[in-house]
T-cell receptor, first 113, second 110 residues
Framework: SQTIHQWPATLVQPVGSPLSLECTVEGTSNPNLYWYRQAAGRGLQLLFYSVGIGQISSEVPQNLSASRPQDRQFILSSKKLLLSDSGFYLC????????????FGSGTRLTVV | ELKVEQNPLFLSMQEGKNYTIYCNYSTTSDRLYWYRQDPGKSLESLFVLLSNGAVKQEGRLMASLDTKARLSTLHITAAVHDLSATYFCAVPNTGNQFYFGTGTSLTVIP
C-alpha cells in the first residue's frame, strides 16, 4: 500500500535561518507531489507542485523553494526564514494516472521566532 | 486563478440540530472534494464528488454537487460533538492542482 511520510512534525526556527522540510512517498512511482501551507486560522494555499523529477511549478511568489531530487522525494526549502513563513505545511501526493485520489501527509508545524 | 469560497467561516450549533455548509467555486470543474481537519492534524478525506448531481452520505454528513451552479453543499444532520472540526472543500483545476476553500470551523455545543 502507498504511504506518505513528512518530517519533522514540529519545528521552531529563528528568523533568518534556513529551512528544509522533507516529504517521501512509498509504494508508488511517478506520483504528482504538492506542498501546501496553512497559516493560522486560514485556509490551505498551494505553494508548489511537481509532476516529475526536477519539475517544479510555483503557484505564488514567496520566500520558499521546492526541489524533487528523486521520484518519490519532495523538499521544501528556504535560505532565510521570515516571520510570515510560520504555518502548517502539508505535503500531498496523487497517482499520476488516477487524478481522483489525493493523500495528505501528517504535516509540519513551523514556528518562526 | 480558480477561487473557492465557503460559508459560513465559523459555525456554532447545538447538538441535534441540522445545518448546511456551502462551497462556491469560480470556474468549471466536474469534481469536488470535502475534507475534515481536526486541530493540529492533517486532512481526512470525507467525500469525492465526481459528477453533476452527485450525492454522497456518510453517517450524519451528506454532500452534493451542482456543477452548473458551481456549488457544493455539506449537510449536517442531528449534529453531535464528534463532528466539531474544520471542513474544507477543494476543487481541482484542469491541471489537477487543488484549490481549497477558506474552511468552515464547526463547533457543536452540547
Amino acid at each position: 500500500s502507498q504511504t506518505i511520510h513528512q518530517w519533522p512534525a514540529t519545528l521552531v526556527q529563528p528568523v533568518g535561518s534556513p529551512l528544509s522540510l522533507e516529504c517521501t512517498v512509498e509504494g508508488t512511482s511517478n506520483p504528482n507531489l504538492y506542498w501546501y501551507r496553512q497559516a493560522a486560522g486560514r485556509g490551505l494555499q498551494l505553494l508548489f507542485y511537481s509532476v516529475g523529477i526536477g519539475q517544479i511549478s510555483s503557484e505564488v511568489p514567496q520566500n520558499l523553494s521546492a526541489s524533487r531530487p528523486q521520484d518519490r522525494q519532495f523538499i521544501l526549502s528556504s535560505k532565510k526564514l521570515l516571520l510570515s513563513d510560520s504555518g502548517f505545511y502539508l505535503c500531498a501526493w496523487r497517482r499520476h494516472d488516477r487524478p481522483v485520489e489525493y493523500t495528505f501527509g501528517s504535516g509540519t508545524r513551523l514556528t518562526v521566532v | 486563478e480558480l477561487k473557492v469560497e465557503q460559508n459560513p467561516l465559523f459555525l456554532s450549533m447545538q447538538e441535534g440540530k441540522n445545518y448546511t455548509i456551502y462551497c462556491n467555486y469560480s470556474t468549471t470543474s466536474d469534481r469536488l472534494y470535502w475534507y475534515r481537519q481536526d486541530p493540529g492534524k492533517s486532512l481526512e478525506s470525507l467525500f469525492v464528488l465526481l459528477s453533476n448531481g452527485a450525492v454522497k452520505q456518510e453517517g450524519r454528513l451528506m454532500a452534493s454537487l451542482d456543477t452548473k451552479a458551481r456549488l457544493s453543499t455539506l449537510h449536517i444532520t442531528a449534529a453531535v460533538h464528534d463532528l466539531s472540526a474544520t471542513y474544507f472543500c477543494a476543487v481541482p483545476n484542469t491541471g489537477n492542482q487543488f484549490y481549497f476553500g477558506t474552511g468552515t470551523s464547526l463547533t457543536v455545543i452540547p
